[in-house]
C-alpha cells in the first residue's frame, strides 16, 4: 500500500508539472505510455532492456568476482595491501567518463570494451568492501579451525564466508546501482543498441517522450530487480543478526 501510495503521488506531481511546464518539456504520463507502448509492440523496446541487462549482468559477475578476491587478498596479506592500494586509490578517483572512452580507443567500439570499462568502475567498490570484511574477521574462529584441522576449503566455506556475507551484500548493493549508472554511459558512447543508447538517438531528435519512454522502463525493471532479487538476497545473508525490538 504505501509503494502504490508513492507511485500515485509521483504520477500525479508529473501530472501537475506538466500542466504548469507544457507538453513540449514535459510530455504527461499518457503521452509517455503510448511511446511505450509503441515501442513494445516493435519489440524494440524489450531487446534494448535485454541488451542493457545483459551487460549489467556480466559486468557485475565479473567485477564482484576478482574484487571480491582481491579484497579478500589485500585484508589478509599486508603485504598485497601495500602493492594493491595505490592503484585502488587511482581507481577509486578516475572518473567513469574516463575509463569508458580509454576502453573504446585502446579495445575498440566493442562489446568486451563496454563490458570491462563497466567492471573497472565497479571493481574498487567489492575491493574496498570485502577487504574491511577480511580485516574484521574473528581471529579466534581461524584457531579454532586450525586446532580442529579443518580444511581449507571447508574452514573457508563455514567460517569465513558467514562473516563476510554481509560485505557481499553491501558490495553488491551498492556495486548493482553503480553497474545500473555507468552502463548507460557506456551504450550512450559505443554501442548500437541498449537503453542507452536510445536514449541518446532520443536526445538528438529532441524526442523527449521516448526518451521518458525508456528513462522510465529501465527504471522500473531496476525496482523490480531490487525488490524481488536484491532486497531478498541481503535480508538472507544479513538473517544471522539480532532483530531490533
Same mark, same amino acid.
Given at each position: ?149 579443518? +580444511? ?13 556475507? +554481509? ?79
Amino acid at each position: 500500500m504505501p509503494r502504490l501510495l508513492s507511485f500515485a503521488v509521483f504520477v500525479a506531481t508529473w501530472w501537475i508539472a506538466s500542466l504548469l511546464i507544457g507538453d513540449a518539456k514535459l510530455p504527461p504520463p499518457p503521452i509517455v505510455l503510448a511511446a511505450t507502448v509503441t515501442e513494445a509492440k516493435s519489440g524494440a523496446l524489450f531487446f534494448n532492456l535485454g541488451a542493457t541487462l545483459a551487460r549489467v549482468a556480466l559486468a557485475f559477475v565479473l567485477a564482484m568476482s576478482l574484487g571480491s578476491a582481491i579484497g579478500y587478498l589485500m585484508g589478509r596479506v599486508r603485504l598485497a595491501d601495500r602493492i594493491c592500494d595505490p592503484w585502488l586509490i587511482l581507481l577509486l578517483n578516475l572518473p567513469a567518463l574516463v575509463v569508458i572512452v580509454l576502453a573504446y580507443i585502446w579495445a575498440g567500439l566493442t562489446e568486451a570494451a563496454a563490458i570491462a570499462a563497466i567492471a573497472v568502475n565497479k571493481l574498487p567498490t567489492a575491493v574496498v568492501t570485502l577487504r574491511e570484511g577480511a580485516r574484521a574477521l574473528d581471529a579466534s574462529l581461524d584457531d579454532m579451525a586450525t586446532v580442529f584441522a579443518i +580444511p581449507r576449503w571447508r574452514a573457508f566455506r563455514h567460517v569465513v564466508l558467514p562473516q563476510l556475507a +554481509p560485505y557481499i551484500a553491501a558490495a553488491a548493493r551498492s556495486g548493482l546501482s553503480l553497474v545500473w549508472k555507468i552502463v548507460l554511459v557506456a551504450e550512450l558512447l559505443g554501442r548500437p543498441n541498449g537503453v542507452g543508447f536510445e536514449i541518446g538517438v532520443a536526445f538528438q531528435l529532441f524526442d523527449i517522450p521516448l526518451l521518458l519512454a525508456y528513462s522510465l522502463s529501465f527504471a522500473a525493471v531496476v525496482l523490480v530487480i531490487e525488490t524481488l532479487l536484491v532486497q531478498p538476497f541481503e535480508v538472507r545473508l544479513s538473517r544471522w543478526r539480532p532483530r531490533a525490538a
